[in-house]
T-cell receptor
Framework: DAGVIQSPRHEVTEMGQEVTLRCKPISGHDYLFWYRQTMMRGLELLIYFNNNVPIDDSGMPEDRFSAKMPNASFSTLKIQPSEPRDSAVYFC????????????FGPGTRLTVL | AQSVTQLGSHVSVSEGALVLLRCNYSSSVPPYLFWYVQYPNQGLQLLLKYTTGATLVKGINGFEAEFKKSETSFHLTKPSAHMSDAAEYFCAVSDPNTGNQFYFGTGTSLTVIP
């Protein structure tokens, strides 16, 4: 298996710009999770999907953040407009239900907002 | 509600010494428990997990953990530290009845001294 794929791996942008992060889960996995990792707050769950449907978005920091999953093999996390405090590493993870709940993580996208 | 506490945000051991990373959880039901490792600039990788059955769980790279229900603990150990073990370690818990969300600890950074 290719594992969870995220792109880009690094993103540097200026404050106010739109940022789109992409994730391809492992084929056959029906759960997809977006996390944010910072030194100050650690690993935070932003949102997760089941069968392409958003289930819990209570971790999304504010309306500037949005996430979509148009099909089983693709998800995006969008920040518009971006702010310096959004600088973090964003991880995508996927899981298949019924197999001990293990989550598989992608390599992450390191976002820097100047 | 579920939560995880990792005692010690930084642990240093000498090469060849015992590694002990502590994890305590709070859960209303017997949970599923996980240890993940994160190497620099990489995503989280599963080390081991406990779902049911034998309470002593063996994982990759010589690590093991023991589920102790009476102590609500799931400490990670390795008899002899190797330089390559230097990384960030995360303990996580999920509810077997839902399993949708993982609750991560704040992580423990392991340094191995040559």
């Amino acid at each position: 298996d290719a594992g969870v794929i995220q792109s880009p791996r690094h993103e540097v942008t200026e404050m106010g710009q739109e940022v789109t992060l992409r994730c391809k889960p492992i084929s056959g996995h029906d759960y997809l999770f977006w996390y944010r990792q910072t030194m100050m707050r650690g690993l935070e769950l932003l949102i997760y999907f089941n069968n392409n449907v958003p289930i819990d978005d209570s971790g999304m920091p504010e309306d500037r953040f949005s996430a979509k999953m148009p099909n089983a093999s693709f998800s995006t996390l969008k920040i518009q407009p971006s702010e310096p405090r959004d600088s973090a590493v964003y991880f995508c993870a996927s899981r298949i239900s019924g197999r001990g709940d293990e989550q598989f993580f992608g390599p992450g996208t390191r976002l820097t907002v100047l | 509600a579920q939560s995880v506490t990792q005692l010690g945000s930084h642990v240093s051991v000498s090469e060849g010494a015992l590694v002990l990373l502590r994890c305590n959880y709070s859960s209303s039901v017997p949970p599923y428990l996980f240890w993940y490792v994160q190497y620099p600039n990489q995503g989280l990788q599963l080390l081991l997990k406990y779902t049911t059955g034998a309470t002593l769980v063996k994982g990759i790279n010589g690590f093991e953990a023991e589920f102790k229900k009476s102590e609500t603990s799931f400490h990670l150990t390795k008899p002899s530290a190797h330089m390559s073990d230097a990384a960030e370690y995360f303990c996580a818990v999920s509810d077997p009845n839902t399993g949708n969300q993982f609750y991560f600890g704040t992580g423990t950074s392991l340094t191995v001294i040559p």
